[in-house]
């Protein structure tokens, strides 16, 4: 038997057929399954016809919009803009020289806060005693 795998195969095959055919059911190709796939559902969607419009529904162009000059003209100025900026920038000195100077003036500038009081011994004791009252809970309602 092992060296007469074709020929018990094809007969299995040819059984097989003549079984269908005997049955009344002829042997078809599968029919295709419905799918939840949304590539195929596009697929049909696009292979369906579709109205398409006429040219007398396209829309006129529309009246508030910036027409194509004045967009030239817009970017025109804000490169002009731009390279004056970038001309203004570069002709300064960016040197950070005189440093001291500039920390004086900003220290005369500056308001010095108010002179610290080491508060006397006295003043902390009532201090402390008046967060400890106020810090005691009030006594329970009955």
């Not at 003549?18 to 002829?26: D, L, P, R």
């Not at 939840?36 to 559902?41: E, F, I, K, Q, R």
């Not at 006295?122 to 967060?131: K, S």
């Amino acid at each position: 038997m092992n060296g007469c795998r074709a020929k018990y195969s094809t007969l299995c095959a040819a059984a097989l057929a003549f079984a269908s055919v005997a049955a009344g059911q002829a042997v078809a190709a599968p029919t295709p399954q419905p799918s939840a796939s949304p590539a195929l559902s596009a697929i049909a969607a696009g292979e369906m016809p579709a109205v398409r419009p006429t040219f007398g529904q396209i829309p006129s162009a529309p009246t508030d919009v910036r027409p194509f000059v004045a967009w030239k003209a817009s970017i025109a100025d804000t490169k002009r803009v731009g390279a004056q900026t970038a001309a203004e920038a570069n002709a300064g000195p960016w040197l950070l020289s005189d440093s001291e100077a500039w920390a004086d003036r900003a220290r005369a500038e500056a308001t010095a806060p108010p002179p610290m009081t080491t508060p006397a011994q006295g003043d902390t004791d009532a201090f402390v005693r008046e967060m400890l009252r106020r810090a005691t809970p009030p006594p329970r309602a009955h």
